[in-house]
């Protein structure tokens, strides 16, 4: 019976990674790399965004909720999980230790960003461009920002792959391999659109 409800829980959380965290964080990605266009430009995406109808049961349902779920069992799992020494090679295993390396600065990151834009927003500040070059002109903030950055999207990137072999999609040794290659390429691809957005508001 505890077997099963933690089969369900370790599946929620699985797939609240992807849908909808995963898909909300590349869409933010999307939405701030019109930062790279100019200052009107990411004005216009990031209020588009912001007037969205039913913005906060969005908010809430679609980001916050989820968020949390995955962010609080993720913290029980990296801290209980037993590494899975010989279960695959050398690469996978520092794979899944830097998954959970990974989901920490993640959680420390965005609990820093959310406090400095979204909370801020809350209380009666006005999220955009000018904003986010004020924090960034920081060069600790900057450095900060670039890791944390790197680091979610590295965390979302590998997760696809444990993501498909733990639902099944990549179960031979040479479609693990393939969904590696993908994942691998899903990293760098994400971290150049992340890196460029950052250095845009410099
Ligand atoms: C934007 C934020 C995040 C995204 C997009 C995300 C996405 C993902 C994805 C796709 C997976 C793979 C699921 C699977 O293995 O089937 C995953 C796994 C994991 N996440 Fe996150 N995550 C985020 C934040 C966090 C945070 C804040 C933590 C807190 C520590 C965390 C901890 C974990 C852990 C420990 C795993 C490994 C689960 C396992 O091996 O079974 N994640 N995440």
């Not at 430009?41 to 949390?68: C, D, K, Q, W």
């Not at 590494?83 to 993640?106: A, D, E, K, L, P």
């Not at 990549?170 to 899903?186: D, F, K």
């Amino acid at each position: 019976m505890a077997d099963n409800r933690e089969f369900t829980y370790r599946r929620l959380h699985s797939l609240l990674g992807v849908i909808p965290v995963g898909l909300f964080l590349v869409q933010h990605l999307v939405v701030n790399h019109f930062a790279t266009k100019g200052e009107e430009a990411f004005n216009g995406a990031a209020h588009f965004m912001e007037s969205l109808p039913f913005r906060y049961v969005l908010e809430t349902v679609i980001i916050f909720l989820p968020l949390l779920f995955h962010a609080i069992y993720g913290l029980y799992i990296a801290f209980t999980a037993k590494n899975n020494v010989g279960r695959f090679g050398f690469f996978r295993n520092w794979m899944f230790f830097m998954q959970r390396i990974s989901g920490v600065v993640t959680l420390v990151f965005i609990a820093w960003h959310v406090w400095e834009t979204r909370i801020a927003a809350a209380l009666g500040a006005e999220v955009n461009f000018q904003m986010m070059e004020e924090i960034l002109a920081n060069p600790l903030m900057l450095g900060f920002y670039i890791v944390g950055v790197v680091s979610t999207i590295f965390h979302f990137a590998n997760g696809l792959w444990s993501f498909c072999v733990s639902w099944g999609i990549a179960v031979s040794p040479r479609s693990q391999q393939i969904v590696t290659y993908v994942t691998m390429g899903i990293f760098f691809a994400l971290s150049i659109v992340g890196i460029r957005a950052i250095l845009a508001f410099v």
